[in-house]
């Protein structure tokens, strides 16, 4: 079973910067896809970006996504999503998850087999 643990997250003003971190332990994540995803009140889970063991990233199509960027540190088994001009349409809970189907990022949550706990991003207009 992998852990998950993450980090970063907080409190920023419209047009700040944030930059999440995730690590995996334990289990054999270092050839799975690792993503980003989010909840806000009253949605589901939103995929935001993952990121294949060889470090090809696939980005939602849902929304401007060149203000994010997902990148892996794989023999640390470590990715990290820095979020940039942020607005507080970006206000969520951002989760990381490990696993899915194949070697390309899922952006279905079901895929996924293992979380972290989730992080708070809030973003003061």
């Known amino acids: 079973q992998v852990q998950l643990v993450q980090s970063g997250g907080g409190l920023v003003q419209a047009g700040g910067s944030l930059r999440l971190s995730c690590v995996a332990s334990g289990g054999t994540f270092i050839k799975n896809p690792m993503s980003w995803f989010r909840r806000t009140p009253g949605k589901d889970r939103e995929f935001v970006a993952g990121i294949s063991w060889s470090s090809s990233p696939t980005y939602s199509k849902d929304f401007n996504q060149c203000r994010f960027t997902i990148s892996r540190d794989t023999f640390k088994g470590t990715i990290f999503l820095q979020m940039n001009s942020l607005n507080p349409e970006d206000t969520a809970v951002y989760y990381c998850?490990?696993?899915?189907?194949?070697?390309?990022?899922?952006?279905?949550?079901?895929?996924?087999?293992?979380w972290g706990l989730g992080t708070q991003v809030t973003v003061s207009s």
């Open positions: 998850a490990e696993g899915g189907v194949g070697t390309i990022p899922s952006s279905i949550s079901s895929d996924y087999e293992s």
